[in-house]
């Protein structure tokens, strides 16, 4: 770079320099003078920064660049012959002439700079400085502003305990002010947060904490006491004032109360006390199937992997496992206690915890399961904190299936679980209809029995409904034909072609059967008929005994006769004809359901008749209206408050005074908004206060009064509507606004 554009250079630097020196010699001024009126150093350091930030974008110096002063250059330095600019621009690009020029530039520059001063108002910034700094010291040692200090170091409003004398007419002399308070939070040991001193006397620390509270005043007190909740506790005298220690086991409220010496009773603000509760630890499983199956052949391993978090610490966590073997009566459970592969080290807030569960190493076998949880601990004294997460099973499949007891080549399952419903035999029907073609023939056969065997097992459960006491009743005799043209006869003869490769249930005894009701037709012949046959409910008789009425015996007659057709079909191998009989009766069913259902008709109100001659006549000597008089009480949880609301709106509207008994009333409205204030203290401690000054005499004014009313007002539960008062139109837009009033409110 050449020495002319070099000068330009420094001088544009020199230009930025002095313009940043001017906005902090200004903010040092200002800086100074707030800290002589506050007499706090860290508002006048606030003061600074941002006089600052303030003068710097005022002078903007950054806008002090090289063509700026160029441009300043040409105009102040006549040497420089408006040429200042050729320094800024590329040599290879100008002309001879403009070399020229550019060179004789370069010179004059360069002599002249180092003489010229940039434009600044560096000695005005200076004096300014100095005014502020003498200004703020005559204001300290006069004193014009004590106020200020005061009230920045020592809030009255949040920090500062204050007191007021509870009868106001019996103060003669000053209230006894608090010099120095200290309020020490002394956590539980196990959360590793020691103690914490704070100024505000709102408090709010883990359940189980210690308050300390250290008083000195700038007179005599005496018998200083805490009082939290109406539980008064003597403050001990110490070296340089009064102290007490309180554990902190619920939230609620405090004060203060003494006397002085002439007797005179002072009480303080009521302050909040949030006891927050020590949360138990978080257990989450990470990516892990609630249910976990596993084949006999499959490597059996369950990879656990867990992230277990507390607010203050974790004390130990495991894994419970329980074993599970055998089913029924001969079930067994043993349970282990697993640790992670990583040790948990006590104290940390947040781990990651893994295992690998081998089925195998728990000496599980076919059929049985493992269900697994795991617990955790936190360090809270007395008592730890416990979490449990959710149970998660693994379970190895039993592959061994039911035993078929087979018969005459054809396999059936002698002792079924439950009966089929009729629903779900078509639905199997049609399955086994659709696999036929996948499927070979012994299957398809071993099938369709089964299916048999199935819609026989539902056949006999119907036909207890109707007196069968047997499975081996014969076939109910058809009360109608199902199909045109069907030949009975011929179902029949297949039927016989397979009796020698069939087990039949139904018929082994049929012979007998027939034998045994032709004999009892001929007895009967012979008998005498019995005169009380139609009015007796004979049990004896299949067709008498029943639980149904006259037509649902006949349609479930006609049901298990189509029973028969179908169970038939699939013992033939024939699912295709056996589904639409299945269909018939499965609509005989539903409509056996349907029928058997009771309806409750209404009834209508019947008037008593009318006599005719009294009809229209007018006369009511002998009508008597009815009267009922009963008296009801109902609790009013909040009925001191609901009463000091009435009573405030008669102080407020000056139509009585302050009277003794209203000091009872509202110190029962605070008792009753304490109970509501404990859950949640922030939002009722102004209120309380307000109700605490009234009763002091301290702040019974019209402001206070109308405060204290709405905050109780607010703090009332929302009644129901009454009956029979005015409904007016609401929209659900409306509404959410109203919500939202009461939400700012």
Known sequence: MEQGKLHLVKFQKRWQLLSYAEAVLYALGIAVLCYFITETVWFGLVTFIMSVLLFVFRKKPWKHNLNATSSYIDAHVSEASFSTGLLLQPEDSLSNLARLQRYKVSEELTKRLGDISPPNALKQAFLVMLGCILLGFIF?????????????????????????????????????????????????????????????????????????WKLQFD??????????????????????????????TASGFYSFKFQNEEGTEYTSDLFSLEAVADNPPEIEILGLEQYTYFDFSDKKLVELQSAITDDFGIDESYIIATVSKGTGESVKFREEKLNFKEAISKGTKSTRATKTLDLNALKMEVGDEL????????????????????????????????????????????????????????????????????????????????????????RLKYGQFMGDESEMEEAPAVIESHEEGEDHDHAEDQENILKEFMHDHDGDNEHNLVEQHEHEHEETSEEPEDPLHDYLHNHDDPEESTLFEESLKTKLRKALSIMWD??????????????????????????????????????????????????????IKDIKNYSKNETTSADLPFEAIENAVSRIEQLVQGEQKFKEDDTILFTAAGNELAQLA???????????????????????????????????LLALPSTPQVPGSEKVYTDEINSLFLKQLEVYD
């Open 140 to 212: 300290h040692k006069l004193a014009i502003f004590p106020g200020v200090a005061n009230e920045l170091n020592n809030p009255k409003n949040t920090e500062q305990i204050q007191f007021v004398a509870t009868d106001s007419v019996q103060v003669k002399s000053s209230i006894p002010a608090i010099e120095k308070q200290e309020i020490r939070v002394i956590y539980p040991s196990y959360t590793r947060l020691g103690s914490k001193s704070t100024a505000d006397p709102n408090i709010k620390a883990v359940t189980g904490a210690k308050i300390q």
């Open 219 to 248: 007179a005599a007190v005496v018998a200083p006491v805490l009082d939290v909740m109406g539980e008064l506790k003597p403050m001990q005298k110490s070296e340089t004032g009064y102290q007490v220690q309180l554990p902190l």
């Open 371 to 458: 269900y697994f949880y795991i617990e955790a601990f936190d360090e809270k004294q007395p008592k730890r904190n416990v979490a449990r997460s959710e149970t998660y099973f693994a379970v190895i499949k039993d592959t061994v299936g039911e035993q078929f007891g087979v018969e005459g080549t054809l396999g059936v399952d002698q002792m079924p679980d439950y009966f089929r419903s009729q629903r779900q035999l078509i639905m199997d029907t049609e399955k086994l209809i659709k696999d036929k073609p996948s499927i070979s023939i012994q299957e398809f056969k071993s099938r369709s029995n089964e299916l048999g065997f199935d819609q026989k097992a539902l």
């Open 566 to 619: 179908a169970e038939l079909h699939l013992r033939l191998y024939e699912p295709e004809k056996s589904l639409p009989f299945q269909y018939e009766a499965l609509k005989y069913i539903q409509e056996i359901k349907n029928s058997a259902r009771i309806y409750v008709h209404r009834i209508g109100f019947d008037p008593p008749p009318i006599k005719e001659e009294n009809r229209l006549t007018g006369n």
């Open 678 to 712: 404990i859950e949640n203290p922030g939002k009722y401690l102004q209120v309380l206060q307000g109700l605490k000054s009234i009763e002091n005499n301290s702040g019974r004014t019209l402001e206070n009064y109308q405060f204290v009313q709405k905050g109780l």
